[in-house]
Antibody
């Protein structure tokens, strides 16, 4: 049974930092790239970041480039989203999601998502 | 990448069929067959319903089907049921990035 459990969401002031974690189980974590996706209140889904299975390549949405980073510890089956210089518009539920196909298989949708963790940026 | 365009809302009665459109460009929806659809009940994890334009993951009802014509993809739900009421998102994906549509709220009357 695949499980993705996010944690680390909190209320933080503008300009602050936060680290989100996503603990994975039920699959061979080191074989799959992982994504972060967010949903602002009342808004749709927005892709945020992706990290390849071995951590060798990372990609970011323009809206977070230069402020957010992504990392993973395959020994702990965990992926992280490091969020710096937070803005009010970063307020959202943040989901981690697993690639459907192995990283060697080309383009892939997401087959499993976590329940999300809430980040609120407010003074 | 710009968000894909979906209608804000659609509705239908139980037993009916509905179709949700997803418009993009030749750089995304129209340029390949990497389109997926997600069902999202608020407060729950989104669920993959369709991938590669028209393929269903194991366990997804065959009442859900996908298609594409030019730069527009579509999700059709036949035999509407109350539990189909949710938000639906299309996406166009590459090896490393994804762009979503704005989402469509499906109401089952």
């Amino acid at each position: 049974q695949v499980q993705l459990v996010e944690s680390g969401g909190d209320v933080v002031q503008p300009g602050g930092s936060l680290r989100l974690s996503c603990a994975a189980s039920g699959f061979t974590f080191s074989s799959y790239g992982m994504h972060w996706v967010r949903q602002a209140p009342g808004k749709g889904l927005e892709w945020v970041a992706f990290i390849r299975n071995d951590g060798s390549n990372k990609y970011f949405a323009d809206s977070v480039k230069g402020r957010f980073t992504i990392s993973r510890e395959n020994s702990k089956n965990t992926v992280y989203l490091h969020m710096n210089s937070l803005r009010a518009e970063d307020t959202a539920a943040y989901y981690c999601a697993k690639r459907y196909f192995h990283d060697t298989s080309g383009p892939s949708p997401f087959d499993y998502w976590g329940q999300g963790t809430l980040v609120t940026v407010s003074s | 990448q710009s968000a894909l365009t979906q209608p804000a809302s659609v509705s239908g009665s139980p037993g009916q069929s509905i179709t949700i459109s997803c418009s993009g460009t030749s750089s995304d929806v129209g340029g390949n067959d990497f389109v997926s659809w997600y069902q999202h009940h608020p407060g729950k994890a989104p669920k993959l319903m369709i991938f590669d334009v028209n393929k269903r993951p194991s366990g997804v009802s065959d009442r859900f089907s996908g298609s594409k014509s030019g730069n527009t993809a579509s999700l059709t739900i036949s035999g509407l049921q109350a539990e189909d009421e949710a938000d639906y998102y299309c996406s166009s994906y590459t090896t490393s990035t994804t762009v979503f549509g704005g989402g469509t709220k499906l109401t089952v009357l």
